[in-house]
């Protein structure tokens, strides 16, 4: 089951959700990406498996969206999930960054509480063809393949992991780490993780710090207040 709703059609139905299409609970109404995946998780058969494209905010934003996958942890249904390379779906999406969801009704004992992140975006992952259409390149897909099959650890691109007590962030770019970045005026810079101090003590930042939203600018200048 690959599943995307249209978002024109599905607003409508959210408020009411008259047939009980979401029982893991009501998201945004802007995140038709995790209705998608709770309408797929719904029709599928008690040993049935699919997967569901979603967009990156599907996977991290907190509030209602949050409680929804966590309702859906809980249930150990997730058996990966897969950060596409970016441009992957080309033309006017170019720019949307997406992931594959994996889903298994019946994840055998091995992934009991186990999720396989794989983060495939990153240099030599597309191949370029005309008019911003781009193609994942035959490497990455048989890569992609031969690890949501055999569920190994690789460095840089996937990590089989228990997700902590109460997590709920699902994007694979929290888990698995490039260990190597390009900086404009400086080059290759690599990141050593095992020098990272073992149990180094972590706080929220706001508990160090006030963290106020931001605001958005207009396109244009104008003198009107209300804008």
Excluded at 26 to 39: E, K, V
Excluded at 137 to 152: H, L, P, Q, S, Y
Excluded at 185 to 203: K, N, T, Y
Aim: glycine fraction near 8%; charged fraction near 25%.
């Amino acid at each position: 089951v690959l599943s995307e709703i249209n978002r024109a059609a599905l607003v409508p139905h959210i408020a009411l959700d008259k047939y009980g299409q979401y029982p893991y609970g009501m998201a945004q109404a802007r995140s038709t990406s995790l209705f998608s995946l709770s309408h797929a998780l719904r029709i599928l058969k008690p040993e049935g498996r699919g997967i569901v494209l979603v967009e990156d905010g599907a996977l991290f934003r907190a509030g209602k969206d949050g409680a929804v996958r966590r309702s859906i942890l809980a249930e150990d249904v997730i058996e990966a999930v897969i950060a596409l390379p970016d441009g992957v779906l080309g033309g006017r999406a170019f720019s949307l960054s997406v992931n594959l969801v994996l889903l298994n009704k019946r994840k055998p004992k091995v992934l009991s509480k186990k999720i396989l992140f794989v983060n495939a975006r990153g240099n030599d992952t597309m191949r370029a063809g005309r008019e911003r259409n781009f193609s994942m390149t035959a490497a990455i897909g048989e890569k992609i393949f031969d690890v949501c099959r055999t569920k190994k650890n690789t460095p840089e691109f996937s990590r089989l992991l228990q997700m902590p007590e109460g997590e709920t962030n699902l994007l694979p770019g929290n888990y698995v780490y490039h260990q190597a970045v390009e900086m404009e005026g400086i080059g290759e810079v690599r990141f050593d993780w095992s020098l990272w101090p073992e149990g180094l003590a972590a706080m929220p930042l706001s508990e160090v710090a006030d963290v106020y939203r931001g605001i958005n600018i207009v396109g244009e200048v104008t003198e009107d207040p209300q804008r």
